[in-house]
Protein backbone atom coordinates (compact mmCIF):
# COMPACT_ATOMS: atom_id res chain seq x y z
CA UNK A 1 0.00 0.00 0.00
CA UNK A 2 1.25 3.75 -1.12
CA UNK A 3 0.23 6.51 0.39
CA UNK A 4 0.33 10.13 -1.10
CA UNK A 5 -0.40 13.18 0.15
CA UNK A 6 -0.42 16.24 -1.88
CA UNK A 7 0.44 19.87 -0.28
CA UNK A 8 1.10 23.31 -1.57
CA UNK A 9 -2.26 24.01 -3.32
CA UNK A 10 -3.82 27.62 -2.61
CA UNK A 11 -5.67 30.84 -4.01
CA UNK A 12 -3.29 33.00 -6.16
CA UNK A 13 -3.87 35.34 -9.16
CA UNK A 14 -2.94 35.27 -12.72
CA UNK A 15 0.53 35.14 -13.59
CA UNK A 16 1.85 33.92 -9.91
CA UNK A 17 3.72 30.27 -9.34
CA UNK A 18 2.61 27.53 -7.20
CA UNK A 19 4.67 24.50 -6.08
CA UNK A 20 2.89 21.23 -5.47
CA UNK A 21 4.54 18.72 -3.44
CA UNK A 22 3.14 14.86 -2.96
CA UNK A 23 5.07 12.99 -0.43
CA UNK A 24 4.77 9.08 -1.14
CA UNK A 25 4.92 6.55 1.63
CA UNK A 26 6.99 3.03 0.79
CA UNK A 27 10.43 1.62 0.12
CA UNK A 28 10.14 1.49 -3.63
CA UNK A 29 9.31 5.25 -4.88
CA UNK A 30 11.91 5.70 -7.20
CA UNK A 31 10.39 2.35 -9.26
CA UNK A 32 7.39 3.95 -9.74
CA UNK A 33 6.16 6.47 -12.06
CA UNK A 34 4.65 9.44 -10.71
CA UNK A 35 1.87 11.29 -12.39
CA UNK A 36 -0.16 14.93 -11.76
CA UNK A 37 -3.74 15.03 -12.61
CA UNK A 38 -6.45 17.50 -12.22
CA UNK A 39 -10.06 17.94 -11.94
CA UNK A 40 -11.97 21.11 -12.59
CA UNK A 41 -15.49 21.53 -11.28
CA UNK A 42 -17.81 19.86 -13.41
CA UNK A 43 -15.11 18.41 -15.75
CA UNK A 44 -13.65 15.08 -15.93
CA UNK A 45 -10.06 14.26 -14.34
CA UNK A 46 -7.15 15.16 -16.60
CA UNK A 47 -3.88 14.69 -17.10
CA UNK A 48 -1.11 17.74 -15.94
CA UNK A 49 2.55 15.64 -16.45
CA UNK A 50 4.20 12.37 -15.47
CA UNK A 51 7.82 11.47 -14.48
CA UNK A 52 9.73 8.76 -14.55
CA UNK A 53 13.40 7.58 -13.30
CA UNK A 54 15.43 6.13 -15.44
CA UNK A 55 18.65 6.03 -13.88
CA UNK A 56 21.16 8.06 -12.41
CA UNK A 57 20.29 11.82 -13.49
CA UNK A 58 17.94 11.05 -16.18
CA UNK A 59 14.33 11.20 -16.04
CA UNK A 60 11.78 10.99 -18.37
CA UNK A 61 8.73 13.59 -18.22
CA UNK A 62 5.73 14.32 -20.08
CA UNK A 63 3.46 17.10 -20.37
CA UNK A 64 0.15 18.30 -21.01
CA UNK A 65 -0.08 20.68 -24.17
CA UNK A 66 -2.33 22.89 -22.00
CA UNK A 67 0.94 22.99 -19.62
CA UNK A 68 3.79 23.27 -21.57
CA UNK A 69 6.08 25.72 -21.13
CA UNK A 70 4.59 26.55 -18.02
CA UNK A 71 4.64 23.65 -15.45
CA UNK A 72 7.82 21.48 -14.09
CA UNK A 73 7.71 18.08 -12.74
CA UNK A 74 10.43 16.66 -10.81
CA UNK A 75 11.08 14.16 -7.90
CA UNK A 76 13.81 14.06 -5.18
CA UNK A 77 13.68 9.87 -4.59
CA UNK A 78 15.35 10.48 -1.80
CA UNK A 79 12.87 12.00 -0.13
CA UNK A 80 9.87 10.37 -1.82
CA UNK A 81 8.68 13.38 -2.82
CA UNK A 82 7.21 14.43 -6.55
CA UNK A 83 7.23 18.24 -7.58
CA UNK A 84 4.83 20.29 -9.85
CA UNK A 85 5.98 23.80 -10.32
CA UNK A 86 3.33 25.75 -11.74
CA UNK A 87 4.12 29.39 -13.40
CA UNK A 88 2.46 31.88 -15.19
CA UNK A 89 -0.73 30.36 -13.71
CA UNK A 90 -3.86 31.30 -15.39
CA UNK A 91 -7.80 31.08 -14.27
CA UNK A 92 -8.41 27.57 -16.40
CA UNK A 93 -5.86 26.10 -13.88
CA UNK A 94 -8.28 25.86 -11.12
CA UNK A 95 -8.83 22.70 -10.13
CA UNK A 96 -8.19 20.26 -7.37
CA UNK A 97 -4.67 18.63 -8.32
CA UNK A 98 -3.58 14.83 -7.73
CA UNK A 99 -0.56 13.46 -7.65
CA UNK A 100 -0.93 9.04 -8.26
CA UNK A 101 1.68 6.42 -8.70
CA UNK A 102 2.36 4.15 -11.11
CA UNK A 103 3.82 0.76 -9.66
CA UNK A 104 5.21 -0.44 -13.26
CA UNK A 105 7.23 2.89 -13.79
CA UNK A 106 5.98 3.33 -17.33
CA UNK A 107 4.71 6.99 -17.82
CA UNK A 108 1.61 7.64 -18.94
CA UNK A 109 -1.68 9.77 -19.39
CA UNK A 110 -3.86 7.56 -18.69
CA UNK A 111 -5.95 7.64 -15.23
CA UNK A 112 -6.43 3.71 -15.12
CA UNK A 113 -3.10 3.22 -15.39
CA UNK A 114 -2.36 4.59 -11.85
CA UNK A 115 -2.91 2.60 -9.05
CA UNK A 116 -2.46 5.05 -5.72
CA UNK A 117 -4.06 8.58 -5.98
CA UNK A 118 -4.06 11.10 -3.44
CA UNK A 119 -6.34 12.74 -1.66
CA UNK A 120 -5.90 16.47 -3.84
CA UNK A 121 -5.25 19.54 -3.09
CA UNK A 122 -7.10 22.64 -4.24
CA UNK A 123 -5.91 25.65 -6.71
CA UNK A 124 -7.48 28.58 -7.56
CA UNK A 125 -6.34 31.09 -9.83
CA UNK A 126 -8.49 34.43 -10.23
CA UNK A 127 -8.04 37.05 -12.56
Known amino acids: QVQLVESGGGSVQTGASLRLSCAAS????????MGWFRQAPGKEREFVSSISWIGGITYYADYADSVKGRFTISRDNAKNTVYLQMNSLEPEDTAVYYCAAEILGEPAATLRRYTYWGQGTQVTVSS
Open 26 to 33: GRTFSRYA
